[in-house]
C-alpha cells in the first residue's frame, strides 16, 4: 500500500480506536477532564512539525455531539477546513483535510482548559509532530 493511502487508513484506525480508550480516576482530582464536560468552543492551537523550524499558530473549534467532533480548524493557509473525531474520558482525537494536499491527524490528552498530543500527516517527508491547544 502505498504512503499517500496508508495514513488515511491509520487516521481512520485512530479515531476508531479512541472508543476503546477510557480513563480511570480516584475522583480526588479536580483537574481530570470528562467527556460530559465537553470540548465544544474555539481553541486556540500551536503544532511543530519534525524537520520544520517554524511553530504554526491557529484555531480550532469543536462541536461536540456525545463523543462525536465535528468543526473546523485553521492552521495557515495549508491547513483549514472541516474537522471530524472523537473524545472519550480524557482522550482526543481529531483529524482533517491538509488543504488539497492530504490528511492530519490528531491524538491527544485533555487536561482542564488545555489539551496536547501527536500529530501526523500524509505530507511527505513532514510526517510527525506535536501539538498544545488552549480553549479561548
Known amino acids: 500500500m502505498n504512503n499517500r493511502l496508508m495514513i488515511p487508513v491509520v487516521c481512520f484506525l485512530c479515531i476508531g480506536s479512541m472508543f476503546f480508550v477510557g480513563c480511570e480516576g480516584d475522583g480526588g482530582d479536580?483537574?481530570?477532564f470528562t467527556a460530559?464536560?465537553?470540548?465544544?468552543g474555539s481553541w486556540s492551537i500551536t503544532l511543530m512539525w519534525?524537520?520544520?523550524?517554524?511553530?504554526?499558530?491557529?484555531?480550532v473549534s469543536f462541536?461536540?455531539?456525545g463523543n462525536n467532533l465535528s468543526g473546523?480548524?485553521?492552521i495557515d493557509a495549508s491547513m483549514q477546513g472541516n474537522i471530524?473525531?472523537?473524545?472519550?474520558?480524557n482522550a482526543i482525537s481529531f483529524s482533517g483535510s491538509a488543504g488539497f494536499h492530504?490528511?492530519?491527524?490528531?491524538?491527544?490528552?485533555?487536561?482542564?482548559?488545555?489539551?496536547?498530543g501527536i500529530a501526523s500527516s500524509t505530507i511527505l517527508p513532514i510526517?510527525?509532530?506535536?501539538?498544545?491547544?488552549?480553549?479561548r
Open 50 to 59: 519534525q524537520g520544520d523550524p517554524g511553530t504554526r499558530t491557529g484555531s
Open 63 to 65: 462541536q461536540q455531539d
Open 102 to 116: 492530504g490528511y492530519n491527524c490528531f491524538t491527544g490528552t485533555i487536561s482542564g482548559s488545555s489539551m496536547s
Open 30 to 32: 479536580d483537574s481530570q
Open 84 to 89: 471530524s473525531g472523537t473524545v472519550s474520558g
Open 36 to 40: 460530559q464536560e465537553g470540548v465544544a
Open 127 to 135: 510526517t510527525d509532530g506535536t501539538w498544545t491547544a488552549y480553549r
Open 72 to 74: 473546523n480548524m485553521y
